[in-house]
């Protein structure tokens, strides 16, 4: 039996409506097919790790999955110290003994705003998820190196942190435009976030590309197919999930496993402005 982790900060419910966490849970099931082992899935708090000792000092699982953490994530030390299996996706941190799976999310917040900034914007303002999470921190890191090499100063009213809901996602854009109404360009870390921001933002007569141009970040399946397509970051969900599985089995079978950063890549559609490449 292996557990397959969601750790989360603020609304848990998100992770069962939001595709980028189904399309991450159907690769690394897919990758299992081929062994005998069955999957638990479970949410828990990021700042709780009462559930490390149900599953790990238990012996209930032979390894955990964890999927997304916090910068202050408890539980990575205590799965740690009770000599767990354990597989993270998410790009490896300085401070990291656990093994991880994940892709560069500075590189991948760079990339997608100084796309931004080729196409001339010049107000790029910046959704991201839970300020306490790993990814959302890097992306953010990513989007100040970015407007660092232009010369371009921070600013406080482009910048939010919230779930990765759409519903969320509207609200920081709509207080964003209240007090930024020149914006022209978003860098959004969730394409389920920028899929209801483009809707509000069409609901209030600004266009997309022509208004404010979008970038969003995952590539799931549905950003090919938004009206119009989304403009995203591509993570290798796919091949992720096979990585994950192949650590957890090195792991498991008593063999040191190496943690692995996987490239970001830019994916041109429409909604940049951009002449773009449905993928």
């Excluded at 097919?33 to 708090?45: F, K």
């Excluded at 590189?107 to 790993?134: D, N, Y």
């Excluded at 549905?222 to 796919?238: M, N, V």
């Amino acid at each position: 039996m292996l557990a397959l982790v969601f750790p989360y900060l603020g609304d848990s419910h998100r992770m069962i409506s939001d595709p980028f966490y189904m399309e991450i849970l159907g690769s690394i099931t897919d990758a299992l097919a081929d062994y005998d082992y069955d999957v638990v899935v479970s949410r828990v708090p990021a700042a709780d790790d009462g559930w490390c000792q149900k599953y790990a000092s238990q012996q209930r699982v032979d390894g955990v999955f964890m999927v997304d953490r916090s910068v202050d994530d408890v539980s990575l030390e205590t799965l740690g110290s009770l000599g767990a299996n354990v597989v993270i996706w998410g790009a490896p941190m300085p401070e990291d003994e656990l093994v991880s799976v994940g892709c560069d999310s500075i590189a991948g917040g760079r990339q997608a705003v100084e796309h931004l900034l080729g196409l001339g914007r010049r107000k790029i303002g910046f959704i991201g998820g839970a300020q306490g999470m790993v990814e959302t921190h890097q992306r953010f890191i990513g989007y100040q190196q970015a407007l660092e090499t232009v010369g371009r100063p921070l600013s406080p009213d482009l910048v939010a942190f919230t779930d990765f809901t759409p519903a969320q996602g509207v609200a920081a854009a709509q207080q964003m435009l209240a007090s930024e109404p020149d914006l022209d360009g978003l860098f959004v870390c969730s394409d389920f976030m920028s899929i209801g921001i483009m809707e509000y933002l069409r609901a209030q007569g600004r266009r997309v590309p022509d208004d404010i141009s979008l970038v969003g970040y995952d590539d799931i399946q549905l950003a090919a197919f938004c009206s119009p397509p989304l403009t995203t970051i591509r993570q290798p969900i796919e091949h992720g999930g096979r990585l994950m599985v192949a650590k957890m089995l090195e792991l498991i079978d008593g063999h040191a496993a190496e943690s692995v950063i996987l490239p970001a890549e830019l994916i041109v559609r429409e909604s940049c402005g951009a002449q773009g490449v449905a993928g």
